[in-house]
């Protein structure tokens, strides 16, 4: 017999990455999210397992550990990866729920390969939850489980949490089967989203496309005999993980080093994004070459690092991305380096968490002009890490984040001519008011990390602080 395990946690992919090559017990290293941080304490306290994808297609691989944390991995084939992952998930999903930046394309294919993908992560979520267990169900790749696992199994507890945006009716309505995707969610027990928006959006969803009765924050399924809650949980970070790493002095000294590397600049901007269009990463480039052109900054005394990790390069949307933000990067710094200096450092890398707390150290103005983001974590990470109360966070209206931190410059990234104010208001803030606002923000981040999140989650689930919200 399996063993059972009174919490599970699904989501698309595992917390480890595949080192292919590597000797057996090397195979597999964890991938160190702020997802696995949260989640990890509570999954040995309360003896847990984690299902997901382990992030290779065509990889048969049974159960195993990591760090003592079982892992359940679900197979998906090659086409798989390109119906469900690259199609359904994120030629669909993703830019129909962050407000069409792009064009969803909607393909019957992609939506039957999404249900069956959903239906295997059902049915290995199901093979080792205990009876009675809390299944915990992560984000917009995996929307039909809940009604999967509750249609199985009436006696688990199943929360939902959607990482990303949930998009205003008027737009989620394109979607041909908006009507599954709201049944799929409600069969958890308690859907949680970033923001109060994204909550009210998808309660507004369930009333234009069922007839279910909302009170406050619950839905009510009298034929169920149960009540759904769909609130917001925003996510958060390790902040103390951060903060430890912001007062090594060996991170400090590469800080310094980066600095030394761009030239010593009096000011020193810092783009860290995965390379996706909804991070802003083209507008935030206008403006800044707009800038130097006015002359409103000088290509002496600034440097902009941009950190664009690579990401989904094979669906057609990114690679065109990609292609435009390195010919923008080209362009600035055809019309703006004098020799040596170029006004942008382009990075089409990841680094190892220390390396980006150096970034974030040697950063004066962190940028983060989001079009569309749930949260967007770089910026409390940035704010976590300035244990010395330096920097300013140039923050967009439409990142999650810009709700708990009211005292960034916040942005309408659209408007480029507000985006060039505020970029310039950020690095000429004088270093009182940069603390003043840090302080703030701070104990914003260090209070709300990700370990009171997923215990806010979790204590919903368990029937805490339910009733009218
Ligand atoms: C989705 C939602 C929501 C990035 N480059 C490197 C690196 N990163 C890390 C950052 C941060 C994470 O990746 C990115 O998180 P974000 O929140 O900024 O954005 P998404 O990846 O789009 O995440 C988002 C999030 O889910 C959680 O719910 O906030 O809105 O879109 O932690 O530090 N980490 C390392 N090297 C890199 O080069 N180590």
């Given amino acids: ?83 469900y992952y690259e199609g359904m998930a994120n030629g669909t999903l993703w830019p129909l729920y962050h407000d069409v930046i ?47 696992l509750r249609d199985a199994r009436p006696d688990l507890v199943i929360g939902f949490f959607n990482h990303i945006p949930f998009p205003a009716h008027g737009l989620f309505s394109q979607l041909p089967w908006r009507r599954q995707i709201v049944e799929g969610l409600l069969g958890a027990d308690v859907v949680g989203f970033q923001r109060t928006a994204d909550a009210s959006n998808f309660r507004r969803a369930v009333q234009r496309l069922t007839h279910l009765r909302i009170r406050g924050d619950l839905i009510e399924l009298p034929q169920e005999g149960r009540e759904v809650l769909a609130r917001p949980f925003p996510i958060s970070i390790d902040a103390g993980a951060y903060q430890e790493l912001a007062k090594r002095p060996d991170i400090w000294a590469r800080a310094k080093e980066i600095r030394r590397e761009l030239g010593d600049p009096k000011v020193v901007l810092l783009g860290v994004d995965r390379l996706d269009y909804t991070k802003g990463i083209l507008h935030r480039l206008k403006a800044f070459g707009e800038l130097l052109e006015d002359g409103d900054l000088d290509v002496a005394d600034v ?41 942008i450092t382009y990075l089409h890398q990841g680094y190892p968490r220390d390396e980006m707390v150096a970034f974030y150290l040697a950063a004066d103005v962190m940028l983060v002009t989001a079009l569309r983001d749930g949260m967007n974590l770089v910026a409390k990470e940035y704010v976590a890490s300035r244990v010395d109360l330096h920097g300013a966070l140039v923050l967009s209206e439409f990142a999650g984040a810009s709700d708990e931190l009211r005292q960034a410059v916040l942005v309408n990234p659209h408007d480029i001519d507000g985006l060039k104010a505020g970029i310039l208001q950020a690095a000429r803030m004088p270093p009182g008011e940069q603390a003043r606002r840090m302080k703030a923000m701070r104990r914003r981040v260090i209070s709300h990390d990700v370990q009171r999140w997923s215990a806010t989650f979790l204590g919903a689930l368990s029937g805490e602080n339910r009733g009218d919200g």
């Avoid at 941080?37 to 994808?53: H, I, K, N």
């Avoid at 941009?306 to 690679?319: D, G, L, T």
């Fill in 1 to 83: 017999m399996r063993p059972a395990y009174d919490l599970v946690v699904v989501s698309n992919r595992l917390p480890v990455d595949y080192q292919p090559g590597a000797a057996d017990s090397e195979q597999w290293r964890p991938s160190p999210g702020g997802l696995v941080t949260a989640l990890e304490p509570v999954l040995r306290e309360r003896g847990g397992v984690w299902v997901g994808w382990p992030g290779v297609a065509d990889l048969e691989v049974g159960p195993f550990e990591i760090d003592g944390m079982p892992l359940i991995p679900v197979p998906l084939s090659e086409q798989d990866v390109e119906r």
């Fill in 102 to 148: 792009v064009s969803p394309e909607y393909h019957r294919q992609w939506w039957e390969a999404y249900l069956e993908v959903n239906r295997r992560f059902a049915e290995a979520a199901l093979a080792v939850a205990a009876p009675g267990a809390t299944v915990w169900v992560h984000d917009y790749q995996l929307q039909l489980v809940p009604r999967m």
């Fill in 303 to 343: 440097a902009l690092v941009q950190i664009a990790a690579p990401s989904r390069e094979r669906v057609e949307s990114y690679k065109h991305l990609r292609e435009e933000v390195e010919m923008m990067v080209s362009r600035v710094n055809g019309d703006f380096s004098s020799l040596g200096r170029p006004p």
